[in-house]
Nanobody, 117 residues
Framework: QVQLVESGGGLVQAGGSLRLSCAAS????????VGWYRQAPGKQREFVAT???????RYLDAVKGRFTISRENAKNTVYLQMNSLKPEDTAVYLC???????????WGQGTQVTVSS
């Protein structure tokens, strides 16, 4: 069974940094795309960043220049380095891995990030 487990969330002051990790139960390079989404209370889940098998990255405009997605194949892990955090970044952050042929998404349980002003 494919599992993704997030870690690294917590409480941080505005301007601080956190690094989230998403550990997969299979080779991270098996996924065509791995991404981070977030969901704040009362809001819809939104895309944050993705990284493809060939290391192409994409970011939500609001996090460009502050967040960096990367992966470490040897540890089957994808990271989200978050710098210059803002209160509006507060949310549950979820990792998702997408496999093609057939298409299927695998979601983690999420990790809470809280940024205080």
């Amino acid at each position: 069974q494919v599992q993704l487990v997030e870690s690294g969330g917590g409480l941080v002051q505005a301007g601080g940094s956190l690094r989230l990790s998403c550990a997969a139960s299979l080779s991270i390079s098996s996924f065509n795309v791995v991404g981070w989404y977030r969901q704040a209370p009362g809001k819809q889940r939104e895309f944050v960043a993705t990284i493809t098998r060939d290391d192409t990255t994409r970011y939500l405009d609001a996090v460009k220049g502050r967040f960096t997605i990367s992966r470490e194949n040897a540890k089957n892990t994808v990271y989200l380095q978050m710098n210059s955090l803002k209160p509006e970044d507060t949310a549950v952050y979820l990792c998702v891995g997408s496999l093609y042929n057939p298409y299927r998404d695998y979601w983690g349980q999420g990790t809470q990030v809280t940024v205080s002003s």
